[in-house]
């Protein structure tokens, strides 16, 4: 008598597996994280991109639409020439140049002083670099307005007054400490071997922070360069108070004097206000890469 051995059919489990079939005809899960993340991404985006879209239409209607359309709607006619009539009215080609020499004279300046300073906070480590850095971050906590009243006085006594290079100095005495703050923490996140292999091969402090510290330190410098390039292009409290002259204003003092002049021109007004923007939207977009690197530099472990 021959023993049968029962052989398993195609497709079908042991009797003892069936529990730990998948259901059949199961769809994939959703990720409703996700989905959640891309819904708020269009809230967010439609928040920021409606009120400038509403700008934009503005700047390009006649008061008579302005008075008979809605918001968002259409122009009858596109008033282009208030484009024209915004930047000859505002001065915004000697405001603008002036904003645009201060803050590419003042970023470049503030950032070398403040990774020099950070640098020698973080990697060289004296003594009293916790004091100096405590004090550091005692600075960038000074409200300016405080200093408003003892500035005014000061730049008056030193012939500063109502000059770009007098209102350069403050400028980079109230943007340094919090460079120097930032870019600390990201000096001391860079590995001692690098600095130290640097070293046997013969190289200096000074040409270690140059070719090493520095490259290294790309991604940060582009995202303080955007911030503080924004900071001082919109800089308007210490602007007021040390600027009389209007051949001297900055485009935020140019941008209150045609709001106030021209308050009811809506096209001309929103023409000026988009046309003074459009530097600071051209840096972020050239240091866009490096920007979102900086952000990006703390979340991935090197």
Known sequence: MTDRVATPVAGTAPAGRLDKLPAPQRGRRRNYGGIALWVALVITSLL??????????TSVKSNADISATAPWALPTSWAW???????????????GLNSLVISLVKVPIGLMLA??????????RF???????????????VPIQIALGPLFSTMLQLGALDSLPGLVLPYLAFGIPYAVFVLYGFFRAIPDEIEESARMDGASTFRIFIQVI????????AALFIL??????????M???????QENWTVPLAVQSFSTQHGT????????????AVPVLIVYLMFQRYFVQGALAGAVKG
């Not at 920021?48 to 509403?54: A, D, G, K, N």
């Not at 020439?81 to 405001?95: D, I, K, P, V």
């Not at 990774?115 to 060289?124: E, Q, Y």
């Not at 602007?239 to 002259?245: D, G, H, N, V, W």
């Open 48 to 57: 920021w991109f409606l009120p400038f879209f509403i700008m934009f239409l």
């Open 81 to 95: 020439e208030n484009y024209a009539e915004a930047f000859e009215t505002g001065r915004l080609g000697t405001t």
């Open 115 to 124: 990774a020099a300073a950070a640098f020698a906070i973080a990697r060289l």
């Open 127 to 141: 003594r009293a670099h916790r004091i100096v850095l405590g004090l550091i971050a005692i600075g960038s906590m």
């Open 214 to 221: 520095l490259p290294l330190a790309k991604p940060a410098l």
């Open 228 to 237: 503080d390039f924004v900071g001082t292009w919109n800089e308007y409290a």
């Open 239 to 245: 602007a007021t108070t040390l600027l009389r002259s």
């Open 265 to 276: 021109d809506y096209g001309p007004l929103n023409a000026f206000i988009i046309m003074s």
